[in-house]
């Protein structure tokens, strides 16, 4: 089912909306135009709205929040709601600061969020508007693994339904899910945390998958995730002798550039939960 | 004529002022200094004159523009002409919003910009206060190609002899003109458009490249857009298999950095219109 | 010595807080990652003490200050101070405008800095309160040489014991001390000064040195200089015939991810003055 989603955002390369952080920026736009989509970034709020409607996705990271961009967020988030374009949140940093988790919160209560991309401390926070997230890393005791697996998905599967939003909670194991579904995506590669900024890809591309597939924006948004800890994957095993995080963070977009649907068909390793 | 635009630049080494957007600031300050130019970038009003009145050139890119930096583009802008300066415009996006089409035209009617830099969209909605730009990319029925050249070179002289400025307008072809003479330049490589700021790039690297050449800011012109052209072509040929925009990016730079006077005066494509 | 400093870095993986340039700051998170600290950028007054007390560092950078992150700067030091967490300052530019110098000052005058992080130019202005930086790099007349040695080795010891921080004074030859004992560093390379950042990422891995080692603030200083210039000949000694500065900087963040507690012992060239 992946390789549709893939076609269809090369075929479509929509252009995407971020009102994203500084710090990995570059890379969210060099993503967008790896996987096929274009992206334009833009979070002033006097232009905020025009801007919005040009494109078919927005994507709202809140990495490097301040008073200036939180408006912008709002004003760029309505409309993209009242044009019925998929928006994504990512609630970087999340329960570090109340600034951070107050301002996601308030994002999700009044706007229709598409699709929430943390890691399981973040989306807790957003949740449960506390939690105690180390910065952008999730918390050890809380990361997605085998044993915190069942918990986690029942987690994700009443705030999804809760929230209406599509979840996708990463880490060593990834939860896509709805109010209904849930997959359980077991690609990527440990070497990514060791990057600045692959959480921040995978939100702005799974914007991009989800314009280019409307009708079905939870396999895109799995298509997102798989595709994204396959390119980890293979990144990894391109690495030689000398190379360390540096040279993964190009090879990781590299790979996004150079795949092709049906390698992501045969590459990802999901599972309905 | 070329060789000795990048002789002087390099022998020069001028510092250039960059008010830049956040998304490729990174790419401009490297590509600066793969040139031979040394960058700094602010835009903080309370310091912009300062800044400036230390640097050769400055360059004045709207990419991501806000209310706080409009105000320090007209500062440095002003202090570049009273100095004598040359000072290039990038409109970033010129057309996509009014914010962005207002601004791009209020600073070229209050200030004298010695060069604009855009792609054929972006430069349109500068002259007519309109256009339908797609974010930062060109339209594709205004693409500089072929069929559309003639027409181009009409509007680009005349815009050029209205503005004062000398036009740097970039696509699959590339025109460089003043108000008298115009130059069809053929280097480049489809990829570029693949990368997020090779235009960002450009941009700077032409401030550098006239604050080093002020004697003939047209060839200066034309020397940085072979330049980055011939460098797309030269990193487009050091591909590996696995190599996608991100590699691409870095081998840009690196051409530029290795590019010598000779080569670029060989491998520069251009014609007088 | 320097070995127990970087086993220490990686064993407590220290989360550091960064309010820093939009320039380089993918590169000092990155860098972060690449030497085993966590990076967090954030740089809105609402936030930025919460931020800071969950970190065991603070690295201020003012290169691309405004006039919302030096309050912001002021009240992250001011919690920093408060925990007893090392806060390195990067005066970026300092001597190139009045904010820079005046803000730099300020900030020295009201925090206590645990390491003052610059080139000879930007250091004078910080202790004199004028000077003549060009921009980001150092006078030439002043560059650290071999001549300009002794002299600079008398400037640092008085700085260090009137301002209580520990320098760091990188170029061609590196000296860092405190008030009483002074080392000369003589790794390196000269086209670490053909990259944006390198710098930067020096004054962010230093604060993760000093928050691992709190015992010896001095010996983390010399370990984090001697490692990002012994990193800088190792990535110059992978060049290719078509490498760079772009691949040259992603080569510098590599060799700090391999870099070995052994290696940095044995390669690491410092003597006391």
């Not at 990995?24 to 970034?41: E, F, H, Q, W």
């Not at 009242?82 to 994002?107: F, I, K, Q, W, Y």
């Not at 909670?169 to 209904?180: A, L, N, R, S, Y």
């Amino acid at each position: 089912m992946l390789k549709e989603m893939l076609k269809n955002l090369r075929e479509k390369a929509p252009l995407i909306h971020n009102i994203t952080n500084y710090v990995t920026v570059n890379d969210c736009a060099n993503v967008l135009l790896a996987c096929g989509a274009s992206p334009i970034m833009s979070d002033d709020p006097e232009e905020v709205e025009e801007i919005c409607a040009l494109c078919a996705g927005l994507n709202i990271n809140i990495g490097t929040l301040n008073r200036h961009s939180i408006p912008a967020m709002r004003l760029a988030g309505r409309k993209a709601n009242a044009l019925g374009r998929p928006l994504v949140l990512d609630p970087v940093g999340a329960g570090a600061s109340r600034l951070r988790t107050e301002c996601a919160r308030e994002l999700l209560q009044e706007l229709r969020i598409s699709l929430i991309r943390g890691n399981i401390s973040e989306v807790k926070s957003l949740a449960l508007g506390s939690g105690s997230t180390r910065g952008v890393d999730a918390d050890l005791a809380d990361q997605l693994r085998e044993e915190t697996l069942p918990q986690a998905l029942r987690f994700a599967r009443e705030f999804s339904r809760s929230s209406g939003a599509i979840l996708a909670i990463t880490g060593p194991i990834d939860i896509v899910c709805d109010g209904e579904r849930a997959f359980c995506i077991r690609n990527g590669h440990p070497l990514m945390s060791r990057i600045t900024g692959s959480g921040c890809q995978l939100s702005a591309m799974s914007a991009a998958f989800l314009a280019a597939n409307p009708e079905q924006p939870l396999e895109a948004a799995v298509a997102a995730v798989c595709a994204m800890g396959l390119c980890g994957e293979k990144a990894f095993s391109r690495m030689g002798p000398l190379d360390g995080n540096a040279s993964y963070r190009n090879y990781i977009i590299d790979a996004i550039y150079k795949l092709q649907p049906e390698e992501l068909e045969a590459g990802a390793r999901w599972e309905l939960a």
